[in-house]
Every structure is written in structure tokens, then in C-alpha cells.
């Protein structure tokens, strides 16, 4: 029996994006489309096999030491961000202040689909789900420059809506329009209690 099953949900992909390889900050640009390959998007900044490990694995590996790249690209919900936005009380955000490689729209609860879940488009092209992304301060510093006064809002608005952060398993092309189908994994979700008791 598959260890993955395919669900009903459907995303749409709403907006595609680039950060830039040269630069320092995390701003993106507009893309109508995305070639992929097993090192992620051509040309991005954050692609590549490995990655040197940064703040959010340092209980697991010193920072810069050299490890897999699961965080290939970024994948926002459209739905989230319009709720963040209006937590923060502003007239819009953009994509590209989120360094977002991705936006889309249909999955509810898209920051908290199960690690391992794939997004899959009709040419095969797969995205494998690491986990979900944390606010950090990075958006925050897009945001106050195009709304001065807001940026410091954006991490209590963006809490458990960041969207996630995804790697490829299988290359190929996404294009805006395209729909992405949810496979999450067939097993029971895991929780520190039930693994306490089982043991």
C-alpha cells in the first residue's frame, strides 16, 4: 500500500517568484514561471543540493556546517497572507516583501500541512514539504521600507502562517494558473503523548 495518498485538495498556483542569487536581502521577483530541477529553481539563491545550516538547526549541527538542502524554495497560502495582512492593518503585501517563491491558493491551513506532503502539478514536477517556515525578521525589514512603521508587526501577524518551506523530488516546470494536488503521508500524526505511551 502507497505511504503517500492523494487528497482532494487542489492548490492554484496564484504567483511565482525568484530571489536574485547576487544581493543580501530576501526580496523576490515576479516569475510567470519556474524550471526546476533537483537543485530547485535555476538561478535562485536558494537552491543547490546542500546549504550551509543556519539558525534553525543549531541544536542539531554548527552553524555554517555544510547539509542537505531542504529549503529550496519558500510556498505561501494567498488565504494566509490576506490574513496577515489584515492583522497588520495594511492595504497590501506584497509577495516579493516575503522573498516568497511561490503563492498559492485552495489548501486551508497551508502552514500546517504534515512534513513529507508533496504538491504535485501535471507534469510530474513534485514538491516535497519540509516543515513549516517561522517569521523572522527578514520579511519585516521589506515591509517596513514600503510602509514605514509596520515591519516590527509582521512576526506576532505571521505566526503560524508563514507558509512552509519545500525541496524538489522530482524536477520539471511550474507555471502561474497551474494546480498543485496535496499527497500527505498515510500514518497516524505523531504526538510526544501517544509516543510516551506506546513506549
Excluded: Y
Excluded at 523576490?28 to 537543485?39: I, V
Excluded at 525589514?141 to 509596520?150: D, L, S, T, W, Y
Aim: with cysteine; glycine share 10%.
Amino acid at each position: 500500500m502507497p505511504a503517500l495518498k492523494p487528497t482532494e485538495f487542489v492548490a492554484e498556483i496564484v504567483w511565482l517568484g525568484q530571489v536574485p542569487e547576487e544581493g543580501e536581502d530576501i526580496r523576490s521577483g515576479e516569475a510567470g514561471s519556474l524550471t526546476l530541477d533537483f537543485a530547485g529553481p535555476a538561478g535562485e539563491r536558494h537552491s543547490g543540493r546542500t546549504r550551509p545550516s543556519c539558525s534553525r538547526v543549531t541544536s542539531q549541527h554548527p552553524r555554517g556546517t555544510e547539509i542537505a538542502n531542504v529549503r529550496q524554495l519558500s510556498i505561501v497560502s494567498a488565504e494566509e497572507v490576506e490574513t496577515i495582512r489584515a492583522q497588520m492593518g495594511l492595504e497590501s503585501i506584497r509577495p516579493e516583501w516575503l522573498g516568497a517563491s511561490m503563492i498559492l491558493s485552495g489548501i486551508p491551513d497551508f502552514s500546517h500541512v504534515p512534513p513529507s506532503s508533496r504538491l504535485q502539478g501535471p507534469d510530474g514536477a513534485t514538491l516535497i514539504v519540509d516543515m513549516e517556515n517561522r517569521p523572522c525578521n527578514l520579511p519585516a525589514r521589506e515591509i517596513e521600507q514600503e510602509a514605514p512603521g509596520f515591519g516590527k508587526r509582521f512576526k506576532a501577524a505571521a505566526a503560524g502562517r508563514r507558509g512552509v518551506t519545500a525541496w524538489v523530488e522530482r524536477p520539471g516546470r511550474l507555471v502561474v494558473g497551474q494546480s498543485l494536488r496535496l499527497h500527505i503521508p498515510d500514518q497516524p500524526v505523531w504526538t510526544e503523548l501517544e509516543a510516551a505511551r506506546r513506549h
